[in-house]
């Protein structure tokens, strides 16, 4: 298996504030990667697809970067409701999960 | 509106067979590609099984041999059946589509269904 390997695990932000979360793959994984947002007792929702396009109706300020082994999801100007935990996820062989990031409100 | 709902999730001894439905509606489940993924408590998403269009089966390792994935396109359901549950098959159930012609870019779930494998 594809091992995901998310950084940071935890993360402390405010409102209005942009952050990244990497994302880096054991193997080379070309674009084969997404990007999910889960909050507490719901399902995770794709936000990402193929590392860098934003799904439909997701907001702009969600980005995706990346290639090969190394990706980064970056939100810029955090909002109320972006406080959640992300995970990344790779399709290019059997899919598999990153730990996620908890991002919380400073 | 699409729409999946999960169903069939309970307390199970180790060993023993559950069978979990995905009703859905919005869309026929063999036009999709459509999976179970797990998340025990505190945990990453694992993927579990995949269904094809064309009715062709995928499962994760720590499931082949014991779970099958099957679609049902009278009643519009999928279904997983497991058998030889193990404690380790505890967690949170979802069924998720895959987007239009990509099988794992999981664009529609459900809400998920508890299960717990323990004596």
């Known amino acids: 298996d594809i091992q995901m390997t998310q950084s940071p695990s935890s993360l402390s932000a405010s409102v209005g504030d942009r952050i990244t979360i990497t994302c880096r793959a054991s193997q080379r994984i070309p674009t084969y990667l997404n990007w999910y947002q889960q909050r507490p007792g719901k399902a995770p929702n794709l936000l990402i697809y193929e590392a860098s396009n934003l799904r439909s109706g997701v907001p702009s300020r969600f980005s995706g970067s990346g290639s090969g082994t190394d990706f980064a999801l970056t939100i810029t100007g955090l909002q109320p409701e972006d406080f959640a935990t992300y995970y990344c996820?790779?399709?290019?062989?059997?899919?598999?999960f990153g730990q996620g990031t908890k991002l919380e409100i400073k | 509106d699409v729409q999946l709902v999960e169903a069939g999730g309970g307390l199970i001894q180790p060993g023993g067979s559950l069978r979990l439905s995905c009703a859905v509606s919005?869309?026929?489940?063999?036009?999709?590609?459509m999976n179970w993924v797990r998340q025990a408590p505190g945990r990453r998403p694992e993927w579990v099984s995949v269904?094809?269009?064309?009715?062709?089966?995928h499962y994760g390792d720590s499931v082949r041999g014991r779970f099958t994935i099957s679609g049902d396109d009278l009643k519009n359901v999928l279904y997983l059946q497991m058998n030889s549950l193990r404690v380790e098959d505890t967690a949170v159930y979802f069924c998720a589509r895959g987007r239009d012609g990509f099988p794992y870019q999981f664009d529609d779930w459900g809400q998920g269904t508890l299960v717990t494998v323990s004596s």
């Open positions: 919005g869309f026929t489940v063999s036009t999709a590609y």
């Open positions: 269904i094809y269009r064309g009715g062709a089966t």
């Open positions: 996820q790779q399709t290019y062989s059997s899919p598999t």
